[in-house]
């Protein structure tokens, strides 16, 4: 699978360990920075990586900052992505089952390591359930039609 990856300077640590992991379990990566600690501005990098997704250059995309909140907001303001903010495997279950989100963001002061590494793989690894949650999402993607204009 090929998964967009951004963040700001406050989590360049955990950008760089989930990437690493990616590329262990044979992912294609495409990063969109940053690559250094100096200070930044999330929507540099989380809008690029989004528009990626919404395009369909890469499936699905990982976005990281502090908290999380920032990366997640940035990147829903994209049509066509769906970014949930996840702090347990629970939600990037969820997101995915009931969803179909093509993004999360993580806070690289709010998740430990580990357990960031694991909610990346529950939230690439589970599909998208269906059924009466198809027409949820399509309700959502008519939101996006009549106010992203």
Same mark, same amino acid.
Request: net charge neutral; proline share 3%.
């Given at each position: 699978?090929?998964?967009?990856?951004?963040?700001?300077?406050?989590?360049?640590?955990?950008?760089?360990?989930?990437?690493?992991?990616?590329?262990?379990?044979?992912?294609?990566?495409?990063?969109?920075?940053?690559?250094?600690?100096?200070?930044?501005?999330?929507?540099?990098? #989380? !809008?690029?990586?989004? /528009?990626?997704?919404? =395009?369909?250059?890469? $499936?699905? *995309?990982?976005?990281?900052?502090?908290?999380?909140?920032?990366?997640?907001?940035?990147?829903?303001?994209?049509?066509?992505?769906?970014?949930?903010?996840?702090?347990?495997?629970?939600?990037?279950?969820?997101?995915?089952?009931?969803?179909?989100?093509?993004?999360?963001?993580?806070?690289?002061?709010?998740?430990?390591?580990?357990? #960031? !590494?694991?909610?990346? /793989?529950?939230?690439? =690894?589970?599909?998208? $359930?269906? *059924?009466?949650?198809?027409?949820?999402?399509?309700?959502?993607?008519?939101?996006?039609?009549?106010?992203?204009?």
């Amino acid at each position: 699978m090929k998964i967009a990856i951004a963040c700001d300077h406050g989590a360049l640590n955990l950008k760089n360990k989930i990437i690493a992991r990616l590329q262990e379990l044979g992912h294609e990566v495409k990063n969109f920075g940053t690559d250094t600690f100096d200070s930044c501005d999330y929507p540099d990098f #989380a !809008l690029p990586a989004a /528009e990626s997704v919404a =395009s369909g250059e890469c $499936e699905r *995309g990982i976005v990281v900052c502090s908290t999380g909140i920032g990366v997640s907001i940035v990147a829903n303001k994209v049509p066509g992505v769906r970014c949930a903010h996840c702090h347990d495997t629970y939600c990037a279950e969820f997101t995915r089952l009931h969803n179909d989100s093509n993004m999360i963001a993580l806070g690289e002061k709010v998740v430990g390591d580990g357990y #960031a !590494l694991k909610i990346v /793989e529950t939230f690439l =690894s589970t599909p998208f $359930e269906g *059924g009466r949650h198809q027409r949820r999402v399509d309700k959502i993607t008519a939101i996006e039609k009549k106010y992203c204009k």
